[in-house]
């Protein structure tokens, strides 16, 4: 059995960084408007890591074992990144609850196999399809995100479970880059609690298109990587 236990904060960033493909960065720095709209010096472009399959099944391993004793049933992710997250998660989780039956640790983890689903963005929201409402009903459910700025789509995402009957027992992060709290994340849901957990926890300042100090000094020109079109380069 793997280390269930991932390195300390500052390892665990240094080699994500290490993980870039040649000629790629993980962490950029210039000056980025974010999905959220809010810009910002600092870019940690997460598309770089979905190349590296392994260091997405090591991150998820991680997840997974944190969330192990919760008697996950399914994992949830939004789209994009979170289709890849959320079915390595769901693979690490039925991989520990099999062995767990195997060593006979507890017989409610038998024969489990954790479903992997994802919520697709449709005017503002993030909705499931038909089928994956149905197969949410009355399960226990683990959310995932890769990264995390103000939580605005892990709440969307919260809601749409809700909505499916579903009970969510935990959001996992990869990196939450706005320092968010559990109490944020439950704002306008009618979930009572859940635990929150994220591997990195490394604030980015990030600021309303006004406030910007960046766009105020007008010397770096604005990048948005959320826009097929845009090309630019930074250091």
Known sequence: MEDRFPPPESVLIRKLERSAPQG???????????????????????RVLLTRPHIISELSFYIASHFYSFDIEIVVGPALGGVLFSNWVAYHLTQLYLSASRESISHRFRQREVLGLFSEK???????????????????????????????????????????????????????????????????SKCGSFVFHSLVNKN????????????????????????PDTRAVSS
């Not at 790629?24 to 959220?36: D, N, P, V, Y």
């Not at 009355?138 to 605005?152: F, M, N």
Request: glycine share 8%.
């Open 24 to 46: 790629t960065k993980l962490l950029l720095q210039g000056h980025f408007e974010l999905a959220s709209k809010k810009h910002t010096a600092y870019f940690i472009d997460k």
């Open 122 to 188: 449709r005017q503002k929201k993030m909705v499931f399809h038909d089928q994956f409402v149905r197969l949410l009903q009355h399960k226990r459910v683990l959310i995932v995100e890769d990264i995390i700025t103000t939580g605005g789509t892990v709440k969307k995402v919260l809601r749409e479970v809700e909505r499916s009957q579903g009970y969510t027992q935990g959001v996992g992060a990869l990196w939450n880059r706005g320092l968010v709290g559990e109490r944020e994340l439950l704002e306008g």
């Open 204 to 227: 980015f300042p990030t600021w309303d298109k006004k406030d910007c100090p960046l766009c105020k000094e007008g010397k770096i020109p604005l990048v948005n990587f959320h826009k």
